[in-house]
């Protein structure tokens, strides 16, 4: 298997310009195809998040939209300051799926993933608010005060946050 294939930084003096750069691991098939679907087939408020925030229309970020984290697939993703933000509906309420969901937090933030989530009910009707408060906790990633660059912990994560609990 090749750097490249391995998912390494190639090597200085291969590569064309792309010196110290990750390449994307292939995804397997059928994962590649969910995240399709997905896409496809995403909720109302899905929709309109992914309008807001695509095209790096929220402060500059990029956002992806069904971003594999093997064995997860993410909502949205923002790879430059490491943060999902997930939607969910009300069968997220449950115990068995607020277990899955609290794992899953689990899981990504041990890969150094911040995950915030809302309620789809809030993003159709409180729109605004829900932006505010995604800036709100982005904020100190993208401009850090002096005295929080202190005190941040050596991953500049702590653990994931629920932005409807």
């Known amino acids: 298997m ?12 291969r590569g064309a310009g792309g010196e110290g750069r990750r390449s994307k691991l292939a995804l397997p098939p059928e994962t590649l195809a969910f995240a399709r679907e997905l ?3 995403q909720t109302t408020a899905e929709s309109l998040l992914w309008n ?13 939209r069904q971003h ?9 993703y923002c790879d430059e300051l490491k943060v999902a933000v997930e939607l969910d ?44 408060d995604l800036m709100g906790r982005l904020e100190s990633d993208l401009c850090p005060s002096p ?7 050596p991953g500049g994560r702590g653990k994931p946050v629920r932005a409807h609990d």
Do not use: C
């Open 147 to 153: 005295d929080a660059v202190a005190s941040t912990s």
């Open 89 to 132: 509906g009300g069968q997220h309420n449950e115990n068995a799926a607020a277990n899955r969901d609290a794992h899953r937090s689990k899981y990504l933030a041990d890969k150094d993933i911040t995950v915030i989530r809302y309620w789809n009910d809030d993003v159709m009707q409180r729109t605004e608010s829900v932006l505010e």
């Open 39 to 41: 896409r496809s087939n």
């Open 2 to 13: 090749n750097d490249e294939a391995a998912g390494l930084p190639s090597p200085p003096g």
């Open 68 to 76: 594999s984290v093997p064995p997860y697939i993410l909502d949205f």
């Open 52 to 64: 807001l925030l695509r095209n790096r229309r929220f402060f500059g970020l990029k956002f992806r």
